[in-house]
Every structure is written in C-alpha cells, then in structure tokens.
C-alpha cells in the first residue's frame, strides 16, 4: 500500500513537471504573439494536469488574444476556483471582462485584485482605464497618481493621467506631463497618442495630425491613430478625408459601431443623407447604440421633410434613448433643445 502511494505521488509529480515544460514552450510561443500554436501545447498540459493555475492561466491569455473572451474568462475562473487569489487570473479575467464591454465586472475583479495585491501597478492602471471609460475621472486620477508613485515612468499610468487632466481641461499640468512622457519614451505609441490627444483636444489639429502620423510610422496598423487622423480631418472640415480615414480604421480593426457612428456623422456634414441613414442603421441593427439615435436625430433636423414627420419620427428616437437611460443628461439636453423648437413633441412621446 505505501508503495503505491509513492508511485501515486511520484506519477503526480511527473505530471505536473511535463504540464509545466509544456506551459514553458506555449509561454514563449506566447511571447511572439503566436497563440494559435500555444493552444494544443497547453490543451495536452491541461489533460495531465487539468488544475494546474499555469496552464489555466495561460490558456486564458491564449483565447483572450485571439478575442475569444468568453472562453478566456471561464479559464481564467477555473483558475480562481481552484486559486481564489492568483493576481494573474484576477487580472485575466478582468482583461476579458473589459473585452466583451463588460465594464462593470472588470472594474470590480481588479478591485478586488487591489485589495490582495495592493502594489499591483498594472492591475492599477486597468482599473484606472475602465473608471476613466465610465466617466469616474476622480477615482481614476487618484489610481493613476498611486500607480506613478510605484512605478513614475509608467507609459500607461502616465498617458492615462495626462488624459484625465486633458478630459478635466487642466491643459497647465496635462501638457509638460505628455511632454515629458514623449521625450522618455519617444517610440512608444501610447505615449505619443496622449500628446497628439492633448492638442487635439485644444483644436490644435496640425500638431495632433503630426503624432498620429509618427504613431503610424511606428505601427502601420494602429487603429487609435488611424482614428485620431479621421478626428483631425472632421476638425479641419475634410469630411471626405475623415469618412475614407475611418474606413480604414474599421478594415484595421476599430470598433465597427464607434467607426460607422463618425462615418455616419461625417457624410451628414456633407448632405449625404441615404450615406448616413445606412451606416446609422448598420450599427442599430446590432445594437441600441446610444450615438447612432443622436445621430439620427441630427439627421432628422438637418434632411428635409415635413414638420409633422420630423416630429414623429423625432419622437420615435427619442422614446428609444428615454428606454436605453431615461437619467442620461446628453439625452435630455437632446430632448429640452428639441422640444423648445418643437413644442408638439410632447403629444408623441411615449416612454
């Protein structure tokens, strides 16, 4: 009997030794970015040692590089159930989170990831990035500036501070803040995008125009600068150049919503009504997308029709974004200033 809980013990340890050189090769097939050869490397770990928190792990950062997220996330929670607080999972599943909008649960596993691991920097600007997103830029910047004091030449925590003070209008501090970033780390996409962010923001297209220019030259297929070009153009009234722009940055990648949204809005500016309806209804047709309404509804006002038709169609959009968030102040503001030029309105709402 004691032999054969040696054997038992010393097979076990077999086992775990042959998922770990497995993991081992996967992790550097990983590294180049090639997860589709990683997968049968960690799927043969996984069927000698089906617990193991290296291979779980691993498997999660293969699926969510292939954006399969949701498998991503069961692995990565695999791994919790049998390790509760391994950071590598926690920060995982909140990467997948964070790739299907799940933005709500992202922030709370990497808060959660904070609490067990306080000095976790990466864990830090995540969360910071997903509070920024939902509009919470004082806790945001508060992580941020933790993040700096752990790590101070962090491109992501700087770049995300920079882009709070920006949001914030603070242009005093965000300005040498991307400065400085950019001259320590000049070829770093992310950094330079904060910059060229910063003057975009100002309406300072011809130096934003540059940056994202010199991103491009670093990553040819960076869809962040692709569309930051597109911004540029729409603020210098080249609605043509914007829309082609954002054509490209959608064949590269970009949010196929956010990216119709703009080419919508682009073709509205020039009177290309029928343009603008299609791409609207591109991204409605998937989803109640809050910017393609508004859209919509500049693209009511602005077409001509009958009154009575604007109104009711007007009415329609409106009952749809009053549904999707009836506190939502864009979407009031949107309704108070329609309904000052269209009083009537009142008499078709229905939400």
Same mark, same amino acid.
């Given at each position: ?27 550097? #097939?990983?590294?180049?970015?090639? !997860?589709?050869?990683?997968? !049968? ?8 040692? /089906?617990?193991?928190?290296?291979? #779980?792990?691993? #498997? ?22 049998? %390790? ?8 995982? #599943? ?13 922030? &709370? ?9 306080? &000095? ?15 509009? %919470? ?14 790590? !101070?030449? %962090? ?33 770093? /996409? ?17 130096? *934003? ?9 670093? %990553? ?34 970009? +949010? ?7 080419? *919508? ?22 989803? &109640?997308?809050? =910017? ?16 009575? +038709? ?24 949107? =309704? ?16």
């Amino acid at each position: 009997m004691q032999k054969r809980v040696k054997e038992k013990k010393q097979e076990n340890e077999n086992d775990t030794i042959t998922a770990l050189n497995l993991c081992k090769n996967a992790r550097d #097939l990983i590294r180049i970015r090639k !997860p589709e050869q990683a997968e !049968p490397l960690l799927l043969a770990a996984l069927e000698v040692s /089906p617990k193991n928190p290296y291979v #779980l792990v691993a #498997l999660g950062d293969v699926k969510r590089m292939q954006k399969q997220f949701k498998t991503a996330a069961k692995y990565y929670q695999s791994c919790l159930d049998a %390790d509760p607080l391994n950071p590598f999972a926690m920060s995982g #599943l909140g990467d997948a989170y964070r790739g299907t909008n799940n933005l709500d649960s992202a922030i &709370e596993i990497w808060t959660k990831a904070l609490d067990t691991h306080p &000095e976790n920097y990466l864990v830090m600007t995540r969360l910071a990035d997903a509070l920024t997103k939902k509009g %919470d830029f004082t806790t945001a910047r508060q992580i941020y500036e933790r993040s700096i004091r752990l790590n !101070p030449d %962090d491109p992501f925590a700087l770049s995300g501070l920079g882009n709070i003070y920006v949001r914030l209008k603070e242009f005093d501090l965000a300005g040498p803040l991307l400065e400085r970033l950019v001259a320590k780390q000049p070829q770093n /996409p992310r950094a330079i995008g904060a910059l060229a962010n910063f003057y975009r923001r100002q309406g300072d297209f011809a130096n *934003a125009k540059a940056l994202f220019q010199r991103i491009l030259e670093v %990553d040819c297929r960076n869809v962040y600068a692709m569309d930051g070009l597109a911004d540029c153009a729409r603020g210098n009234k080249e609605y043509e150049k914007a829309k082609q722009l954002w054509e490209k940055a959608m064949a590269a990648g970009m +949010n196929r919503a956010i990216a119709q949204t703009r080419i *919508a809005d682009a073709c509205l500016q020039m009177e290309q009504f029928a343009q603008a309806r299609h791409y609207y209804d591109q991204v409605l047709s998937v989803s &109640e997308d809050k =910017f393609a309404l508004l859209g919509q509804l500049r693209l009511i006002e602005t077409e001509p029709e009958d009154k009575q +038709n604007k109104i009711i169609d007007a009415a329609k959009i409106f009952d749809r974004l009053l549904v999707l968030d009836p506190s939502d102040h864009r979407t009031l503001n949107e =309704f108070n200033a329609f309904r000052i030029r269209y009083p009537e309105i009142d008499a078709y709402i229905q939400a």
